[in-house]
């Protein structure tokens, strides 16, 4: 692969700057950087995707965002608060903006 070479800008004497033609190499060069950290990350989780198939496939009346328990159950209603006063609050300000103001 063809290392790609930059020009710096001269030196003040006029001479060119010896570091001018270094060349620029890839991150992908250096099979090094990329390894770090990923075998140790991969070894400590198990796969549990079954366990949460079983979860999410079970028959229980519930809709799928709420099958997660808990944690679920509050952040849908978070959401949904959240949407709602949203909601209210870009009406009241449409509301206030739509009727001139006196200064």
């Not at 700057?17 to 198990?46: K, Q, Y």
């Not at 997660?68 to 449409?94: E, F, H, K, P, W």
Request: aromatic share 8%; hydrophobic share 35%.
């Amino acid at each position: 692969m063809r290392a790609l070479r930059v020009r710096a800008p001269k030196s003040w004497a006029g001479d060119p700057n010896p570091e001018a033609l270094a060349p620029i190499t890839r991150l992908t060069e250096h099979p090094g950087i990329w390894g770090l950290g990923t075998s140790t990350a991969r070894n400590r989780f198990e796969n549990r995707v079954a366990e949460k198939q079983k979860v999410f496939q079970a028959d229980n009346d519930l809709p799928v965002h709420l099958k997660g328990g808990a944690t679920d159950n509050i952040l849908y209603r978070l959401t949904m608060g959240l949407c709602l006063g949203g909601t209210v609050y870009s009406l009241y300000c449409l509301g206030w903006a739509s009727f001139p103001h006196n200064k």
